[in-house]
Structures are given as C-alpha cells and as structure tokens.
C-alpha cells in the first residue's frame, strides 16, 4: 500500500479556485482506484470523485461539472481541481486508494484501503 499525503488546501471566497495535491510514496499505476472523500463539520465523510487505472472517472452530483480528478503517475500524484467553489464545499478533504478489482461503488469508502491526513478547504461567502 502507498503512502498519502494531501496538500493544496487553504481559504478561498466563493466563486474561487483550489487544486488539492495527493503524493503518493509508492507506483499509483499499481492502484485500482484513487479518489477524493470530505467531511464537513457535522457531516459524514462523503465521497467526491474517483478516478480508475485508465482515466475514468466518477464525481457525486455536487461537484459535478465543477470538480475535475486527474492523475500523473510518472509523478505518483493524484489531483483535484476545484472550480466556482461554494461554502458548502468547506471541509476536510482526504485522498485514497484502492488496490480491489471489484469496487463498483467508486465514492464509496469502504473499498478504499489507504487514506491520507487531509487538507483543509474552507470557502468563505
């Protein structure tokens, strides 16, 4: 299993931009799926997108159109471009993989395995 550490997080007014940055220690091309997950004060830890071996990708209907999960594994990073972000985007954000052939839930967690520290994201109104 790879290790994870997220950064990229900060505070931005709504309307604004982030990109969160997940560096893996090992080959992320050895994962099955990677994604994103946020937990919000109060809140359980929701998926957010995800992204297979060859590029295909998932996204909850939220950030639909507004979020963009992409992956370099020559550089063994995994991204999250955060477009017209709104308050309710605020939160933890956690990065993970999944080493399992058969996750069909993709932002789901239990099909996850390894999971990062977080970074914070806060939108301001």
């Known amino acids: 299993q790879v290790q994870l550490v997220e950064s990229g997080g900060g505070s931005v007014q709504a309307g604004g931009s982030l990109t969160l940055s997940c560096a893996a220690s090992?080959?992320?091309?050895?994962?099955?799926?990677m994604g994103w997950f946020r937990r919000a004060p109060y809140e359980g830890r929701e998926g957010v997108a995800a992204?297979?071996?060859?590029?295909?990708?998932d996204y909850s209907g939220s950030v639909q159109g507004r979020f963009t999960i992409f992956k370099d594994n020559a550089e063994n990073t995994l991204y999250l471009r955060m477009n017209t972000l709104r308050p309710e985007d605020s939160g933890m954000y956690y990065c993970?993989?999944?080493?399992?052939?058969?996750?069909?839930?993709?932002?789901?967690?239990?099909?996850?395995?390894?999971w990062g520290q977080g970074t914070l994201v806060t939108v301001s109104s």
């Open positions: 993970a993989a999944s080493y399992s052939r058969y996750v069909r839930e993709t932002l789901q967690e239990y099909g996850y395995q390894s």
């Open positions: 992204i297979d071996r060859d590029g295909s990708t």
């Open positions: 090992g080959d992320i091309a050895s994962t099955h799926y």
